[in-house]
Protein backbone atom coordinates (compact mmCIF):
# COMPACT_ATOMS: atom_id res chain seq x y z
CA UNK A 1 0.00 0.00 0.00
CA UNK A 2 0.66 3.78 0.01
CA UNK A 3 3.13 5.20 2.39
CA UNK A 4 5.10 7.83 3.45
CA UNK A 5 8.75 7.76 5.39
CA UNK A 6 10.35 10.75 7.10
CA UNK A 7 13.21 11.61 9.36
CA UNK A 8 12.95 10.65 13.12
CA UNK A 9 13.37 13.82 15.38
CA UNK A 10 13.65 15.51 17.31
CA UNK A 11 15.80 18.20 14.94
CA UNK A 12 17.76 20.34 17.10
CA UNK A 13 18.85 23.85 15.50
CA UNK A 14 20.18 26.97 16.13
CA UNK A 15 18.30 29.80 14.87
CA UNK A 16 19.56 30.92 11.43
CA UNK A 17 20.60 27.37 10.53
CA UNK A 18 19.76 25.82 7.54
CA UNK A 19 16.97 22.86 7.67
CA UNK A 20 16.03 19.71 5.79
CA UNK A 21 13.45 17.54 6.37
CA UNK A 22 13.57 14.03 4.36
CA UNK A 23 10.92 12.63 3.17
CA UNK A 24 10.26 9.74 1.17
CA UNK A 25 7.19 8.06 -0.32
CA UNK A 26 5.28 4.77 -1.81
CA UNK A 27 2.35 4.99 -4.27
CA UNK A 28 1.28 3.73 -7.37
CA UNK A 29 0.65 6.24 -9.79
CA UNK A 30 1.42 9.81 -9.81
CA UNK A 31 -0.19 11.13 -6.29
CA UNK A 32 0.35 14.80 -4.65
CA UNK A 33 2.40 15.54 -2.10
CA UNK A 34 2.28 17.78 0.81
CA UNK A 35 3.83 18.97 4.03
CA UNK A 36 1.52 20.03 7.09
CA UNK A 37 2.95 21.67 10.24
CA UNK A 38 1.21 21.30 13.56
CA UNK A 39 2.16 24.52 16.32
CA UNK A 40 2.13 23.53 20.04
CA UNK A 41 -2.06 23.14 21.07
CA UNK A 42 -3.25 23.75 17.20
CA UNK A 43 -4.80 21.74 14.53
CA UNK A 44 -2.61 20.39 11.25
CA UNK A 45 -2.20 23.02 8.68
CA UNK A 46 -0.98 23.20 5.26
CA UNK A 47 2.31 24.35 4.47
CA UNK A 48 2.73 23.75 1.31
CA UNK A 49 2.21 20.83 -1.59
CA UNK A 50 3.32 20.00 -5.37
CA UNK A 51 0.60 17.89 -7.29
CA UNK A 52 3.35 16.65 -10.04
CA UNK A 53 6.27 15.69 -10.82
CA UNK A 54 9.43 18.60 -10.45
CA UNK A 55 6.82 20.64 -8.93
CA UNK A 56 8.13 22.86 -6.36
CA UNK A 57 6.03 23.86 -3.62
CA UNK A 58 6.96 27.00 -1.77
CA UNK A 59 5.73 28.83 1.63
CA UNK A 60 7.13 31.11 4.40
CA UNK A 61 10.42 30.45 3.14
CA UNK A 62 9.98 26.85 3.00
CA UNK A 63 10.36 24.73 -0.13
CA UNK A 64 10.11 21.36 -1.24
CA UNK A 65 10.50 19.76 -4.52
CA UNK A 66 8.30 16.38 -6.43
CA UNK A 67 11.00 14.21 -7.55
CA UNK A 68 9.52 10.87 -9.00
CA UNK A 69 12.88 9.53 -9.73
CA UNK A 70 14.26 9.31 -6.18
CA UNK A 71 10.46 9.62 -4.76
CA UNK A 72 11.08 11.92 -2.22
CA UNK A 73 9.86 15.29 -1.45
CA UNK A 74 12.14 16.91 1.06
CA UNK A 75 11.42 19.56 3.26
CA UNK A 76 13.76 23.00 3.06
CA UNK A 77 14.33 26.75 4.93
CA UNK A 78 17.57 28.43 4.34
CA UNK A 79 17.40 30.53 8.45
CA UNK A 80 15.27 28.85 10.86
CA UNK A 81 12.75 30.87 13.08
CA UNK A 82 12.62 29.87 17.29
CA UNK A 83 8.88 30.42 15.88
CA UNK A 84 9.50 27.51 13.34
CA UNK A 85 9.48 24.88 15.85
CA UNK A 86 6.77 22.36 15.85
CA UNK A 87 5.73 19.24 14.00
CA UNK A 88 6.42 18.59 10.44
CA UNK A 89 4.45 15.91 8.78
CA UNK A 90 4.73 15.01 5.09
CA UNK A 91 2.05 13.44 3.17
CA UNK A 92 0.47 11.86 0.18
CA UNK A 93 -3.15 12.33 -1.93
CA UNK A 94 -3.25 9.12 -3.89
CA UNK A 95 -3.79 10.03 -7.57
CA UNK A 96 -8.34 9.76 -7.53
CA UNK A 97 -8.30 9.44 -4.15
CA UNK A 98 -9.13 12.32 -1.31
CA UNK A 99 -7.71 10.58 1.46
CA UNK A 100 -4.08 11.29 3.19
CA UNK A 101 -1.56 9.07 4.24
CA UNK A 102 0.52 11.07 6.67
CA UNK A 103 4.16 10.31 7.96
CA UNK A 104 4.95 9.87 11.36
CA UNK A 105 5.86 13.38 11.71
CA UNK A 106 9.51 15.34 12.71
CA UNK A 107 9.62 17.12 15.57
CA UNK A 108 11.86 20.60 15.15
CA UNK A 109 12.93 22.85 18.01
CA UNK A 110 14.97 25.66 17.53
CA UNK A 111 17.12 27.48 19.99
CA UNK A 112 17.79 31.20 20.22
CA UNK B 1 -14.43 32.88 8.93
CA UNK B 2 -14.44 30.46 11.30
CA UNK B 3 -12.47 26.80 10.79
CA UNK B 4 -12.84 23.54 11.81
CA UNK B 5 -14.21 22.90 15.32
CA UNK B 6 -14.56 19.77 17.36
CA UNK B 7 -16.12 19.37 20.59
CA UNK B 8 -14.71 18.87 23.33
CA UNK B 9 -11.29 19.33 23.15
CA UNK B 10 -10.36 16.81 25.87
CA UNK B 11 -12.45 13.64 26.95
CA UNK B 12 -11.58 11.30 29.87
CA UNK B 13 -13.71 8.42 29.89
CA UNK B 14 -13.46 4.69 32.19
CA UNK B 15 -12.98 1.63 30.03
CA UNK B 16 -16.47 0.56 28.37
CA UNK B 17 -17.99 4.13 28.20
CA UNK B 18 -19.49 5.06 25.11
CA UNK B 19 -18.12 8.99 23.89
CA UNK B 20 -19.30 10.89 21.49
CA UNK B 21 -17.05 13.69 19.47
CA UNK B 22 -18.52 16.47 17.34
CA UNK B 23 -17.45 18.21 14.16
CA UNK B 24 -18.25 21.39 13.10
CA UNK B 25 -16.73 21.79 9.46
CA UNK B 26 -16.24 25.41 7.43
CA UNK B 27 -19.59 26.32 5.99
CA UNK B 28 -20.55 25.08 2.57
CA UNK B 29 -17.64 22.02 2.71
CA UNK B 30 -18.91 18.76 1.07
CA UNK B 31 -15.93 16.98 1.68
CA UNK B 32 -15.27 15.51 5.53
CA UNK B 33 -12.83 13.13 7.15
CA UNK B 34 -11.80 12.15 10.54
CA UNK B 35 -8.28 11.13 11.46
CA UNK B 36 -6.91 8.98 14.54
CA UNK B 37 -3.70 10.49 15.90
CA UNK B 38 -1.82 8.26 18.24
CA UNK B 39 0.61 9.56 20.35
CA UNK B 40 4.15 10.58 18.38
CA UNK B 41 2.58 9.14 15.25
CA UNK B 42 0.96 10.41 12.24
CA UNK B 43 -2.62 10.84 11.51
CA UNK B 44 -4.40 7.96 10.16
CA UNK B 45 -7.52 8.27 7.82
CA UNK B 46 -10.51 6.54 9.50
CA UNK B 47 -13.52 7.69 7.44
CA UNK B 48 -14.51 9.95 4.77
CA UNK B 49 -18.20 11.83 3.87
CA UNK B 50 -19.24 13.83 1.15
CA UNK B 51 -22.22 15.53 1.98
CA UNK B 52 -24.47 13.05 4.00
CA UNK B 53 -22.84 9.88 2.21
CA UNK B 54 -20.38 8.42 4.02
CA UNK B 55 -18.27 6.94 0.90
CA UNK B 56 -15.17 5.41 2.74
CA UNK B 57 -15.25 3.81 6.12
CA UNK B 58 -12.18 1.63 5.73
CA UNK B 59 -9.99 3.47 8.53
CA UNK B 60 -12.61 2.34 11.07
CA UNK B 61 -10.68 -0.05 13.44
CA UNK B 62 -13.50 -2.02 15.10
CA UNK B 63 -17.49 -1.86 14.97
CA UNK B 64 -16.95 -0.32 18.07
CA UNK B 65 -16.66 3.18 15.58
CA UNK B 66 -19.38 4.98 14.27
CA UNK B 67 -19.74 8.00 12.16
CA UNK B 68 -22.66 9.91 10.72
CA UNK B 69 -23.20 13.20 9.34
CA UNK B 70 -27.14 13.43 8.57
CA UNK B 71 -28.32 16.93 7.33
CA UNK B 72 -24.26 17.04 5.41
CA UNK B 73 -22.89 19.65 8.00
CA UNK B 74 -21.94 18.56 11.72
CA UNK B 75 -20.58 15.01 12.04
CA UNK B 76 -20.26 12.83 15.16
CA UNK B 77 -17.89 10.15 15.56
CA UNK B 78 -19.20 7.72 18.09
CA UNK B 79 -17.21 5.25 20.10
CA UNK B 80 -18.93 2.48 21.68
CA UNK B 81 -17.49 0.34 24.81
CA UNK B 82 -14.42 2.56 24.77
CA UNK B 83 -11.23 0.68 25.43
CA UNK B 84 -7.40 1.65 26.49
CA UNK B 85 -6.11 1.18 22.87
CA UNK B 86 -8.48 3.91 21.59
CA UNK B 87 -6.64 6.58 23.38
CA UNK B 88 -5.28 9.65 20.82
CA UNK B 89 -6.32 12.90 19.15
CA UNK B 90 -8.96 12.09 16.75
CA UNK B 91 -8.93 14.86 13.64
CA UNK B 92 -11.48 16.15 11.83
CA UNK B 93 -10.76 17.70 8.98
CA UNK B 94 -12.95 19.19 6.06
CA UNK B 95 -12.59 20.60 2.32
CA UNK B 96 -14.18 22.15 -0.40
CA UNK B 97 -14.74 19.59 -2.86
CA UNK B 98 -13.29 15.94 -3.03
CA UNK B 99 -10.74 16.97 -5.85
CA UNK B 100 -7.21 15.29 -5.17
CA UNK B 101 -5.45 18.79 -4.56
CA UNK B 102 -7.57 20.49 -2.66
CA UNK B 103 -6.60 21.32 0.65
CA UNK B 104 -7.87 19.72 3.40
CA UNK B 105 -8.65 22.32 6.94
CA UNK B 106 -8.30 20.59 9.89
CA UNK B 107 -9.60 21.40 13.53
CA UNK B 108 -7.69 21.32 16.89
CA UNK B 109 -8.51 17.78 17.78
CA UNK B 110 -9.97 16.12 20.57
CA UNK B 111 -7.86 14.06 23.12
CA UNK B 112 -9.47 11.23 24.26
CA UNK B 113 -7.95 9.27 27.25
CA UNK B 114 -9.09 5.88 28.21
CA UNK B 115 -8.41 4.96 31.92
Known amino acids: GDSVTQMEGPVTLSEEAFLTINCTYTATGYPSLFWYVQYPGEGLQLLLKATKADDKGSNKGFEATYRKETTSFHLEKGSVQVSDSAVYFC???????????FGKGTMLLVSP | GAGVSQSPRYKVAKRGQDVALRCDPI?????LFWYQQALGQGPEFLTYFQNEAQLDKSGLPSDRFFAERPEGSVSTLKIQRTQQEDSAVYLC?????????????FGPGTRLTVL
Open chain 2, 27 to 31: SGHVS
Open chain 1, 91 to 101: ALLPSGYSTLT
Open chain 2, 93 to 105: ASSDFPESYNEQF
